[in-house]
Each structure stands twice: as structure tokens, then as C-alpha cells.
């Protein structure tokens, strides 16, 4: 089971890694994907011992469109004391946020959408953040 989630995930970047990018210039440089790792120390709810270690893979992925852009958020975390593997966490408290239409605001350098909070893009580091602190920082793979 874990490698034919694996094998989708795998074939899934390799669809997306290969399809034609729609638009030149400007759009170009804005989509791709926007990646984010962290770990954190994992404490028993009851006791406070330390239980281990988790890992999260937080991706974001925008596509141009038409009339802007798509924006669509995937998390897996991974827990390195159990054996389950990677896991979705489309289910999670901390889930995905939901996918959404944008328009880019060159000027600010933001993906503005009423339903969705701001997004921030260095264009020249390839670094897009969730917050104007710069806390979350997700780097550009391509």
C-alpha cells in the first residue's frame, strides 16, 4: 500500500515536472513549486515524554491559468518512530489549504484572494512565504 502511494506521488510530479507551461515572460517566473521542510520533537499528550521525531514536506504548487493563477497546497509528514511511512495529512488539524484561483499583484509581489490569506513571492531568491514576517519560507525547486 505505502509503495503504490509512493509510486502516484512519484508519477504524479513526473506528469506535472513534464507538462507545457501555459503563457512566457512574467508567468514563467511566477509558477512552480514551492517547497517547505520542518521537524519537530513529539511529546505524549499525558506524560510529556518525548515520543520522537516528525517531519512535514509542506508544498505549494501554482499554475498559471487564464485568468491568473491556480494555487494548490500538499502535506505529508513522516514520523520516525513508527513504520507507516510518508502520510497525507489532508485529514490532519494542520491540514492542506484549500486550492484557489489568484491574481499576482506585481507590485506587492502577492497572490491576493478573498478567500484564501496572502501569499508573498521573492521573485529574485524564488521564495514564496505565507506571512509578511518571512517565518514560513518555502524555496522554489523549479
Known amino acids: 500500500m505505502k509503495s503504490g ?13 513534464c507538462s507545457n507551461e ?14 517547505r521542510e520542518y521537524s519537530f520533537k513529539v511529546v505524549h499528550p499525558e506524560n510529556g515524554n518525548e515520543i520522537g521525531m516528525r ?7 501554482i499554475n498559471q ?4 493563477y491556480e494555487v494548490s497546497n500538499n502535506k505529508w509528514m513522516l514520523n520516525d518512530y513508527d513504520k507507516e511511512g510518508w502520510r ?4 490532519a488539524e494542520d491540514r492542506s489549504m484549500a486550492t ?9 509581489n502577492t497572490f491576493d484572494s ?5 501569499l508573498f513571492l521573492d521573485l529574485e531568491k524564488g521564495q514564496l512565504y505565507k506571512d509578511k514576517s518571512r517565518k514560513k519560507l518555502y524555496q522554489k525547486l523549479r
Not at 55 to 61: A, H
Not at 65 to 68: P, R
Open 5 to 17: 502511494i509512493t509510486f502516484i506521488v512519484a508519477v504524479g510530479f513526473a506528469i506535472f515536472s
Open 65 to 68: 491559468v487564464e485568468n491568473g
Open 100 to 108: 484557489f484561483l489568484s491574481k499576482f499583484d506585481s507590485v506587492n
Open 22 to 35: 501555459k503563457g512566457s515572460g512574467s508567468g514563467d517566473e511566477i509558477s512552480g513549486v514551492y517547497v
Open 55 to 61: 517531519s512535514i514536506r509542506d508544498t505549494i504548487f
Open 114 to 118: 478573498e478567500s484564501m490569506p496572502l
Open 88 to 91: 497525507n495529512m489532508e485529514h
